[in-house]
């Protein structure tokens, strides 16, 4: 028998931008909450004249407690919005240099850190029946998190389509150009500056 082989399509860029919903309508999840179609929308008023979004967490963040894993935001939403099925998150991992970054990166790009999921407050609910605990009708938007295991199986970060891979491709391409112009266009006299600098630098040390 052959062993079976999972190919995961690509979810974040190479500059760390992703997307996907922060929450879906109508779908049960695991706390047996249905968050309703608009419920986000006096909260996402809320921020939009407060000039900001939510922070982006990992895993919600650790209330504080040290001895768990970074309170820091590790990025930024730059886009939130409703459609039909639910909200609707654009963002950007942030420090794609530091250890974490590159952790991060790595764990979106291999498929494992792909879910998405939010901290809120409930302003509106009613109750539910059968298997639903109850309906939230309208939602205060505290936070949005990457998981790995979210409340909310559909709500996950999309795979990237194939114009955004090429897009991707093209500014790194572009940004290589723009260097190697840049080492051209640099003289003899430029490079010694440069050295000299160095070297003043060197002998203010001793």
Do not use: C
């Not at 909200?87 to 952790?103: D, M």
């Amino acid at each position: 028998m052959s062993d079976l082989k999972f190919q995961f399509a690509p979810r974040v860029s190479d500059d760390g931008k992703f997307s996907g919903y922060g929450a879906v309508f109508g779908n049960v999840d695991s706390h047996r909450d249905v968050i309703e179609r608009g419920a986000f929308t006096k909260s996402l008023e809320a921020w939009r004249a407060k000039g900001r979004w939510p922070h982006m967490r990992l895993q919600h963040g650790s209330a504080g407690n040290v001895f768990r894993h970074d309170d820091l935001p590790i990025g930024r939403w730059l886009s939130l919005y409703e459609d039909r099925t639910g909200l609707w998150v654009e963002g950007q991992l942030l420090a794609l240099e530091t250890e974490q970054g590159k952790r991060l990166l790595s764990l979106m790009e291999g498929g494992v850190l792909d879910g998405l999921s939010i901290g809120f407050r409930p302003v509106k609910t009613r109750a539910g029946t059968g298997t639903v605990s109850r309906y939230l009708v309208e939602i205060d938007l505290r936070e949005i998190s990457l998981v790995d295991d979210p409340s909310n199986d559909l709500s996950r970060v999309a795979a990237l389509s194939a114009t955004d891979i090429a897009a991707d491709k093209v500014r790194a391409a572009m940004a290589a150009l723009r260097e190697e112009a840049a080492k051209a266009a640099e003289t003899p006299a430029d490079r010694f500056g440069a050295a000299l600098q160095r070297f003043k630098s060197e002998l203010a040390k001793h």
